[in-house]
């Protein structure tokens, strides 16, 4: 990309999406928040008040910018899975030659961003957004 884009929210990062010279097909990976299995009185409440916690992936999908509409309706489609997850990172995955990345083409960016998160890699070259939409930034 040669201009910065300023991604506010979801319906931004589609319209950056949309923006950019190759077809791009976007990857999801939902996490749930838990507590480690080494945890102390401290982490039990920080955790039960909303902060801190492990995340855990717990469902991937990739869609083509064709296959997405709204922040809503992708929160509808993962409750049909009746998964309960807290935030999803989302990464873009540029195609070749005006043709846009197919589903087996995702599946080794997909398992890299599984093992950031499992290996407590840095999440901040992801976008997240929590469970409403809202976009998170990780330090």
Known sequence: MSAHI?????????SAARQQAEPQRLLFVF???SLPEQHTKEDVSRFHAGKGGALRPIMVVDKTLDELGSFSDLAAESEKMEQD???????????????APNSSEA???LKMMIQTVENGGDLSRYLAFDRNGVL???S
């Open 6 to 14: 300023n991604i506010t929210d979801y319906e931004s990062l589609l």
């Open 31 to 33: 996490l749930k928040a």
């Open 85 to 99: 997850w807290q935030i999803v990172l989302i990464a873009a995955l540029s195609g070749k030659n005006g043709i």
């Open 107 to 109: 599946e080794l960016p």
């Open 136 to 138: 998170v930034h990780f």
